[in-house]
């Protein structure tokens, strides 16, 4: 059946804000669907609050409403607009939340607005506990047994009967939030409380705990036609009781038996078609016994694009959320190509003929006394993902992607080896789990001890085994002595050559090259979706080490733009952003755009975005093999935050050309004593500092600064480490803590500037005109992360002296580092005088906030002044807008309640929304404005 006619206008509901257990892989679906129904011809108009993705913006979308997620919200835009049909099914839990209240409203009926995708029968049933149960029960399916309960008196009773352990599972949340597992009476009255208080409905599911089963998910897709196929199955390496999204997970399931995945396979559909009558996808969860028996009871269902369906599409190359788009318009799933083939049916269940891994990435670090042990309630920001023709392979490479300063998995001399350490995290698992499971085999644990403790089936604890029996066999040779098929078989098991280089005590370029001298080189492969079984049209690629190589480099003048990694807090999905413009920029400019990139929930690795996607970590050896198969005109570096910049230092040193501002000039910036002597020689106001390599210099310096100081370390983001501290106590002791976590770091001390307001600038620069796009000021004083606070666009009370100073600092600054391309500059005013906190001359997380704001593509033009295509002065920039937007911090406390929540140097919030006001009159406004003085009086 061809598309429904009828449906001119959509209206898409977007996430909001970046919280924890809801992040960018709901800017990657909405996006997707926006793009899949504008191919339609379709008017595509969008609510979100959220200014850092790429969905609200105007290459996406044609209508873009960056307002509060509310009723009132989607009143004024059906006033406005003609919306035919409503999709909320790719903006997460937010979305349907959001859907059913305007649905009970009877504000879609009044405006004639019909909703795709799912149907409101299907958000109740699968939200509802009581409701999810009784109909797993009517159509065969195994639940655990469970009681609904929406009081406390209720929820004691409920205990009684089923008996300990228990789960507690509030309805209508997101991420996990308020879920515990409870192994006591004593602890149930706290966790019951908290769950109730959880729920929007004062409603918790409490079941009984199968704590120590297996855990899978299946990715659905179904048309009008009631076709159903699976897309993915997922399987956790954590057994049940840990969070999906704070799970490693395998695609596809490696432990599961064939008849069992059938029976699966057959539950999920039939869950499916049993919600509701609708057309979209759907994420199922089950619960699998460790025994012969395997037998399997569901968990819930997800009526939506969930944050598995952005791991599954990139797992598979099938676009989920694409496809999910077009059935909710009519179409069925055989009229539809796919899209990697372009040739063969979207009909059809993808084959993989290689493994992907997921490891979450956490940022613990960033809170004091977090509760860091794993459970029912999500607590990663961000994730990565690896492909590798086998699961050692893959186990690596994620591992690599991480960015916590390990090579890899194992091999580094960094593994614990205290055993009561070790047993300790087995049992209380936490973000280095993983990594202890390794030291543990390596201490000689027993197998089967590290399986009764986790949980983790053996077959996983094989494979982890097997690397260790290849790195003893590997340290019995010397470099020139090392067969070459054990080296080649290191290699195919994902080794870094880092990590050869510790286990044969040379240096990581000395394996690099006794590998080519072997013609051991890493060649590349295609995700089909169909294990080769059909040419793929699509250029997405991931490596491995074999004999044929499936990417041929083209003639064509190429970029390279090096992606953020995984999302953390510090950096997160506003990077993303800045590198999606910055691929399709130089695709303007007519070069053949590349982008490496290892995070599955973004935009940038989505495989029509650029020409060429390589799925592979953001690290040192898998980007210069690229770049030695490529040789790409340049590598842009300036738009992927710190994951980026600190890998120009090496392309530098290898001849490679960073596009753009010079490696020099982006490390004066980021080296805090140089930086600060430039602003000395051109007489710009700056605080006293002066910086030191020990904790015996830290107290020597400070008696010639004087207290409060403001202690930070070089090349970091996110203000890392920061914190302001008012004596020699304090000074000696976070010097310490420095640098036993970033030895060799220089660290800069500031004289704090007590009191002072912070204001900050973007600007792009060509080398000799700088054009200011944005001066932004802060409400809360200088001492709280420019992240953490809110930021008012204009300034609301500054001076015309105190801007003129920010103008002229800005434009002296950027041409004093010789920028092309973006700079951000900070700054503290006191007294009218401006002082320079400090400059980076890249993308930062604010030019998303500045360009929505101003509706003007920043870092599209930002690019094309890096490849030197044009200057600023080709620009016509629009007139600015009337008025003022507010940039809103959004943070994730709630998954940590007992950790401090006060604000400082160091950032801790995960996301941001963007609020407009007319005039400073505003009440949302003054509310926030007279939290200055609040600050201010502390």
Known sequence: MPRNNSLKSVLIIGSGPIVIGQACEFDYAGSQAARSLKEEGIEVTLINSNPATIMTDKVIADNIYLLPLTADSIVKILEERQIDAVLPTMGGQTALNLCKEVDEKGIWKMHNVQ??????????????RDLFKELMIKIGVGVAPS???????????????????LVIRPSYTLGGTGASFVHTTEEFDKLLTRGLHASPIHEVLIETAVIGWKE??????????????????????????????????????????????????NMAILMMRSIGDFSGGCNVQFAVSPDEDEKIIAIEINPRVSRSSALASKATGYPIAKIAAKLAIGYHLDELKNQ??????????????????????WNFDKFDGPNKELGLQMKSVGEVMAIGRSFQEALQKACQSLEINRNGL?????????????LFSLEHPSWNRLFHLYDAMKLGIPIQTIHDI?????????????????EQEIQNYKLKTIPRDLLFEAKQKGYADRQIGHLLGVLESEVFNKRVEMKINRVYKLVDTCAAEFEAQTPYYYSTFEGENESVSSDKEKIIVLGSGPNRIGQGIEFDYCCVHGILAAKECGYEAIMINCNPETVSTDFDIADKLYFEPVFWEHIYDIIMLEKPVGVIVQLGGQTALKLAEKLSKYGIKIIGTSYEALDMAEDRGAFSDLLKKMKIPYPNYGVVQDASQSIELSREIGFPLLVRPSYVLGGQNMKIVINEKELEKHVVNILRKMPDNKILLDHFLENAIEAEADAICDGKDVYIIGIMEHIEPAGIHSGDSYAVLPPFDLSDNVIAQIEKYTKKIALALKTKGLINVQF?????????????????????????????????????????????????????????????????????????????????????????????????????????NLYLSK
């Open 216 to 265: 899978y998910e299946l990715e659905l897709l179904r048309d009008a036609n009631d076709n159903v196929i699976i897309i993915c199955s997922i399987e956790n390496l954590d057994a049940m009781g840990i969070h999906t999204g704070d799970s490693i997970t395998i695609a596809p399931a490696m432990t599961l038996s064939d008849t069992t995945y059938q029976k699966m396979r």
């Open 340 to 361: 990697i083939t372009q040739n063969t049916s979207a009909y059809f269940e993808p084959t993989l003929d290689y493994v992907i891994i997921k490891i979450p990435r």
């Open 828 to 932: 503290a005013i006191k007294e009218e005088v401006v002082y320079i906190i400090e400059a980076n001359p890249r993308a930062s997380r604010t030019v998303p906030f500045i360009a929505k704001a101003y509706d003007e593509p920043y870092v599209n033009y930002a690019t094309k002044v890096m490849l030197g295509k044009n200057k600023v002065s080709d620009f016509e920039f629009k007139p600015r807008k009337h008025g003022y937007a507010i940039k809103i911090p959004v943070f994730s406390f709630d998954k940590f309640p007992n950790v401090n929540k006060e604000l400082g140097p160091e950032m801790k919030s995960t996301g941001e929304a963007i609020y407009f006001i007319d005039n400073l009159e505003d009440e949302f406004f003054r509310k926030v404005y007279s939290e200055r």
């Open 410 to 422: 194992g091999a580094d001399g960094k593994e614990l080896k205290n055993q009561d350490d070790i």
């Open 147 to 165: 009681r609904i309960a929406n009081s406390f008196l209720k929820g004691k009773e409920d205990a009684q009967e089923l008996g300990f352990p």
């Open 454 to 470: 986790t949980k983790i089936d053996k077959w996983f604890l094989y494979q982890i085994e097997d690397l260790l029996i290849l």
């Open 115 to 128: 909703i795709i995708g799912v149907n409101i029968d299907a958000i109740e049933v699968t939200e509802n």
